[in-house]
């Protein structure tokens, strides 16, 4: 059974910073893409940061130079570093992970940014 937990979500204050954990097991965590995905109320869930088998990152506009995506190979884990956060980052973050024809979400952690 394949499974994605998500964690380190949590209330912070705008210019905080958080690190997002997403752990997976049931897969070969080697060869998928992992990826960071988030949704904020009303609205529809948007591309955060990707980062590929290989260690090639990628990032969303709204994102870059705030955010870093890393990955464990050896802990089976994706990480999300956060940094300079904005009340507009305030969403629920999922994690995806992603390879061939396969696509696997985990539950989500809610980040909320306010003061």
């Known amino acids: 059974q394949v499974q994605l937990v998500e964690s380190g979500g949590g209330l912070v204050q705008p210019g905080g910073s958080l690190r997002l954990s997403c752990a997976a097991s049931?897969?070969?965590?080697?060869?998928?893409?992992m990826g960071w995905y988030r949704q904020a109320p009303g609205k529809q869930r948007e591309y955060v940061a990707r980062?590929?088998?290989?260690?090639?990152?990628n990032y969303a506009d709204s994102v870059k130079g705030r955010f870093t995506i890393s990955r464990d190979n050896a802990k089976n884990t994706v990480y999300l570093q956060i940094d300079s956060l904005k009340p507009e980052d305030t969403a629920v973050y999922y994690c995806?992970?992603?390879?061939?024809?396969?696509?696997?979400w985990g539950q989500g952690t809610q980040v909320t940014v306010s003061s």
């Open positions: 995806n992970a992603q390879a061939n024809s396969r696509s696997y």
């Open positions: 980062i590929t088998n290989g260690g090639s990152t």
């Open positions: 049931g897969i070969i965590f080697g060869i998928y893409a």
